[in-house]
Structure formats: C-alpha cells, structure tokens
C-alpha cells in the first residue's frame, strides 16, 4: 500500500509518496484553481493508498476524499525534525504564509508565530519584487548575491515596496543593488519573527523560499547561526504528512 | 428547529428614522448566520431556547420594550463598555442597553468619516449610528462613552453629531485621587440620568437597583462556574451568546432565564450529558471584549476541536466576577461602595495592571483550561501590548498560550483556523 502525503499550499501542491517506508515519488506543482482536484487526481493514481493531507486546502480534499489532516505548522516542525533530528526552530517560508515553530528537546510543540494579513516576509512579496525588476525567481536571487551592498529600503509593505522599487529604478540604482536591498529587508524580517520565537544553536529552514541560496546566507548573516537546509525543503511539510499516514496505517492495522 | 427567524417590523424601524431599505436584509442575514453557527451544534441544553428566542426578536420584541420605556419617560442608554454604572440606570426605572459594534457591514459607512485605522468596534458601531441601521442605536436617548482609549474618546466626539453623546472620564490609574475623580463622574451621570425622568432618583431606588444586577452578575457567575465542569454541559458559544444578551436584556427576566438553565445544567452534569467529550481541548480566551455578533473565534476554536470554557473579558468575568456591597445606609455610601466595584475592573486602559495578570492565570486555573487564546482586535493597543506581559507570564508556568489579532472581515478565517488547529495539536502534544 502506497502511503501519500499532500500538502497544499496557497501557491503550489506538494506530493510525496512512500513505498516501503522510503521516498518512492515527490513533485511540486502549481496549483491550479481548483487546488482539491490535483491532489484527488494523484490519490486515484494510487490505489490502495492511505493519505494525510496538510496546508492550506487540507479540509477541502478531506470534504471529498477519505484523508486524515494535521496542520501545516505541526507537519513542517516534524518534517524538519526528521531531516535534523536536534532540531528545536524552524523557519517555513511559503508562498503566502511564513511561520517560526520553537519545539522542546523531545519534538513537541512548544510555540510558534505566523505573519499576520500581510505578505511581507513571503515567498509572493519576493515574487512581486522580482517581477516588478522584470526577473524570473532564479535571476533574481543571483543578482542580490552577485553584489556586495545596496541602499536598505524602507517599506515592508507590498504595495509600498513596489512603487518604492520603481523609484529607486527610476533614480538610476542598478537593478541587482536594488534586488539585495529587498532580499535584505525580508531576510530582517524573517529574522525578526526567529528572534521573538526564540533559537538556539542552529536554524532549519523550510519551504519554497528555503531555495533560494541568498536567502540563506542573509539570515545566517543576520542570526548568526548556521541555517540548515533539507534536500528538498519545499516538500518537507508533505514528507511528514505521509510519515503520518504511515504512522496511521499501521496503527489501524498492526499487523500489516 | 428549522422555525428559527429573526423576525421584521418595517413600520417599527420606520418609525424610529432607520433606513429600512438597507435594513431589511438584515434579519435575514442574521438568520442564516445563527442557524449555521448556533442551531447547527449538538446537544445543546433545552434552556437555550429562551435566548434564541432574544435572538429571534433583537430588531422587534425587545425594541418595543424600549420604547415602552421611552414613552412611560423612563431613561434608554446606549454603551459601549462595562464601566457604565448600570445599577443608575435601573435605579431610574430605565434601561441600559449594549451596542453592538461587533459587525463587518457597517464598518464602509464608518470609513466614509473615521479613519481607516482605528479598531474594528469603534467603526462598526459608529457605522451602525452614520448608516442608520441599528434600531438600538436609534432608540437611546443618549449614548454613554468613555475614556478608555484614544478611538473611542475621540470618536465620542464626532459621534455627538449624530446622537447625544454623555462622555464620563475613566481614570487610567487606581490611586484614591482617580478614585475620587470617578466618584465625581458617577455623580454627574446620575445627574444626567434623573434629568431624563424629571426626578431624582433616592437611596431606596439604587437600593433595588443594586440587588438587581448584584443578581445578575451572580446568575452568571453560577452558569461559568457550571460551565467550567469537564466535560462541559454548554458549549462557549452559547455562553458567549448569553454574556452577550446580558448587555441588552431585562435584568430580572434575564436573571430569571439563566438560573433556569443553570438548573439544566446543574442535572445534566449529574447525568453525564456534556456537549464535547472530557478529552476535548479545553481552551480560554482572554482579551478584547466581543460584541454581538462577533461569534468569529469561539466559532474557530469549537469547529476545530476545542472547547471555550472561560472568557476572561468584559464579554465574560470582568463583567460580573463583582459585585457591590448591599449593606449600604446612606446614598453617598452607596455611590462610595458602587465606585469601588467599578474600579476593581481590569480594564487594559489602566497602567499598572497587575491585578489582570493575576486575574487571568487565576481564572485559567478556575476554569480548567489547558491554553489561552488572547484575543485582540487590530489597532486595539492597550490588550495587544498587555499580550506582552501576559506571555511572559504564561510562559513561566508553562501554560500554553497564543495571541491573536483579527477583525470582523473573513479573509484571515482560513489563517486563523490553521493557527487555532495547531494551537490545538500543541495542547494534545
Ligand atoms: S475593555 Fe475596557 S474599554 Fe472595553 S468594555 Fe472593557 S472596560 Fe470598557
Ligand atoms: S477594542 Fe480597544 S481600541 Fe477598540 S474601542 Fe475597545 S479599547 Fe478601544
């Protein structure tokens, strides 16, 4: 039996599929408008498969298909803690959503903070940015890291930090000082968020926005710890979901 | 069941200058909302059939009522907050009633005057007086405000265009010159509030009045103890609801309705009749007051998983955890004894405000909570800036505790519920 784990993010589906307790399939996709329907279509290519979904649509595939749930905050903390068994904070920068989850020394939940109604900090105020410099995601991370400063820019507000970077195009700065400059003001957020949570010696660190090299280096820069990052940190969330169902299908059927 | 209907009277809410056109839809709305929200629960005590019975006629039955004593020359206030003397208000034979700012739909006709900004309560409600359509709002003779904070104090200010507005200074400290200034107040309002009736209101009178809503504070009391029971035999959004009633109902029916139910309660913890299973996470709000019909976060916490089973707020213990003094023998000895109870309130506008601190991981033991959800409305400073101190000392004890900031728009339902869901797994461990 196939043991599936979904995570549906605001921007992108997660798919991981375990076979014998190992990895046997993962993707990462983008989700459609109907979010729901990619993650039924993947469950029907699986049969029999026993499935935990997480993330943002979790009780929207629950409405439809037979899959347990647990929140995105609970599967990243122990995806991570999977990946770095130390681990006691994790960093998780989604699309819409970043979160900072501290844990006890056992792996439980201590405490965990989420950006509020607002996209600063997120993998879409990236985004936004690197469209309005006329970047893909990949362009832009290089061009922060291939310059060595940049003028700090002021707003953190989506909208604001828009018209501020068309001002500062306008005004002459070159566009890879002006892509530091905002990779910076969210690395100090993001910072900012670990620092009211509480760390230790180390930081992991998850989600999409986990791929971006610059990123990383920016908060270890700005912590001052070493920022730990899985193989593939976009599917960290999906991989424990499927652990889970692991964790489920033997506990249902122990003999199995 | 299905019968349940927020009832209409166009000709009643002509009468008192609403714009009926926008206000129809209103009853109808409310309809819907509560059957999803409140009929929709399980094994909800037989009692409760009183107050959705109060909810069926908040835009009729209960307005008639007013207006009764409207005419009959009795005094009908308008309040915002719990540190309205409300014991001078019965003493006058009047009626004090709680308006509601807990509502997105009137926040855009606020906007068109106030500052976007500013707390989601204070726009409601003075949305509901711009757009003319609250019938409350309508009915009062005069609305009472308060110093509590700055979005209220300078609202008052705008808002008394509209209706008479009576503005009471609240201190901010508790020291015997504050204490001796709101003394003053209260007498100023009481002054206020005999001049409606034309006559001055005497010992006797306060007298009654106090016992009246010592009563009710006391009724509540019974029904939150009751409630705190594992498993519990109410769920918190009907507790919620009824606390919110309390704002608007009459005194002694109201008295009479909930020790009713208390005696429900009382059998059907004998008989092991609960609403949620003794395994259910066992959840305390803190904070910001809720006014009706802000129902967003119960309504969370008990879809995922959870059980409220204390509201420490002003829709909740700080409203009547207590009570005034009865033995009094003169009427300046029972202002005096009425001002200290006032002044027990642990309202966030005071500074210090230990005793809050105290208060919160006091009633958390009480209610047998396993967490606490602060609640906080956007730009509400004074609650979010306590959230501070109030993690901090959570923290020391080891309780679990989240803090929230929301508004009444349901764009952050879906965040919110991921919080709360987790919140919930944190407790289970
Ligand atoms: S929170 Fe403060 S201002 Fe608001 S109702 Fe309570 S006492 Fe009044
Ligand atoms: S919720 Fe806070 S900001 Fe709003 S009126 Fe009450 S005290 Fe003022």
């Known amino acids: ?256 | 069941m299905s019968a349940f209907e927020v009832k209409s009277d166009p000709q009643l809410w002509e009468k008192l200058g609403m714009d009926v056109a926008r206000f129809t839809g209103m009853p109808a709305m409310l309809t819907q909302a509560y059957t999803n929200i409140f009929l929709a629960q399980q094994n909800r005590p037989a009692k409760m059939a009183y107050f959705d019975g109060m909810v069926e006629n908040i835009h009729t039955g209960r307005i008639h009522e007013l207006m009764e004593a409207k005419e009959a020359g009795k005094p009908v206030i308008g309040t915002f907050c719990v540190y309205i003397p409300e014991e001078v208000v019965v003493a006058a034979g009047g009626v004090c009633v709680g308006l509601c700012g807990g509502a997105q739909g009137s926040i855009a006709d606020a906007e068109k005057v106030l500052p976007r900004n500013i707390c989601p309560m204070v726009k409601s409600a003075f949305g509901f007086k711009v757009g003319k359509i609250c019938p409350y709002f309508q009915a009062v003779d005069f609305v009472y405000g308060e110093t509590t904070c700055d979005a209220k104090k300078k609202t008052w200010e705008l808002l008394d265009e509209y209706v008479p507005t009576h503005v009471m200074e609240i201190p901010q400290m508790k020291r015997d010159k504050d204490k001796a200034l709101w003394l003053d107040e209260v007498k100023e309002f009481k002054v206020a509030v005999d001049k409606i009736t034309g006559t001055e209101t005497g010992f006797d009178e306060l007298s009654q009045a106090i016992v009246t809503i010592n009563a009710k504070r006391k009724a509540l009391q019974r029904l939150n103890n009751l409630r705190h029971h594992n498993p519990s035999p109410i769920s918190g959004k009907d507790m919620l609801l009824i606390e919110q009633i309390a704002f608007y109902d009459e005194p002694n029916r109201f008295v009479e309705n909930v020790n009713a139910l208390c005696d429900e309660l009382e059998e059907r913890i004998k008989q092991g009749i609960a609403v949620a299973p003794a395994s259910t996470p066992r959840i305390m709000v803190s904070g910001t007051p809720m006014a009706l019909p802000n129902w967003k976060l119960h309504n969370i916490i008990e879809t995922s998983g959870g059980i409220v089973v204390n509201e420490e707020s002003c829709i909740g213990t700080r409203y009547y955890k207590d009570l005034i003094d009865e033995g009094s023998t003169t009427l300046e000895q029972q202002l005096e004894r009425l001002t200290e109870r006032y002044m027990k309130i642990d309202c966030s506008c005071f500074t210090p405000n230990t005793e809050r601190i105290d208060q919160v991981l006091k009633e958390y033991e009480q209610s047998g909570a396993e967490g606490i959800i602060d609640y906080c409305l956007q730009f509400c400073h004074t609650y979010n800036i306590e959230a501070v101190k109030l993690r901090k000392a959570c923290e020391e004890r080891g309780i679990p505790f989240m803090a929230i900031e929301s508004d009444y728009s349901p764009d952050d339902v879906g965040q919110l519920k991921t919080r709360v869901e987790a919140f919930i797994e944190q407790i289970k461990g």
């Open chain 1, 1 to 256: 039996m196939v043991k599936v784990g979904i995570d549906l993010g605001s921007r992108t589906i997660k798919l991981v599929a375990l076979k014998q307790g190992a990895i046997s399939f993962h993707t990462v996709v983008e989700s459609s408008f109907e979010p729901h329907r990619q993650a039924l279509a993947f469950l029907e290519q699986h049969v029999p498969v026993r499935a935990v979904a997480t993330g943002y649509g979790r009780h929207l595939v629950q409405q439809h298909a037979e899959v347990d749930v647990i929140t995105e905050i609970k599967a990243h903390a122990m995806g991570a803690r999977y990946f770095f068994p130390q681990c006691r904070t994790i960093l998780d920068v989604g699309g819409q959503d970043s979160k900072v989850i501290s844990l006890t020394a056992e792996g439980k939940v201590q405490n965990f903070q989420m950006n509020d109604k607002c996209a600063a900090g997120t993998g879409r105020f990236l985004e936004m940015m690197a469209v309005s410099l006329g970047y893909t995601m990949a362009e832009f991370g290089a061009a922060a890291a291939g310059v060595e400063q940049a003028t700090p820019i002021n707003s953190m507000c989506a909208v604001f930090a828009e018209s501020e970077v068309v001002s500062l195009k306008n005004s002459g700065m070159p566009p890879a000082e002006i892509a530091r400059a905002v990779h910076l003001a969210v690395a100090n957020r993001l910072a900012t968020m670990v620092r009211k949570v509480g760390y230790g010696d180390h930081l992991v660190f998850s989600g999409g926005v986990a791929n971006s090299p610059i990123m990383v280096s920016l908060l270890a820069q700005e912590l001052g710890v070493p920022v730990l990052v899985p193989d593939h940190p976009s599917i960290v969330g999906a991989l424990w979901a499927a652990l889970q169902a692991e964790l489920l299908h033997h506990r249902d059927s122990p003999a199995a």
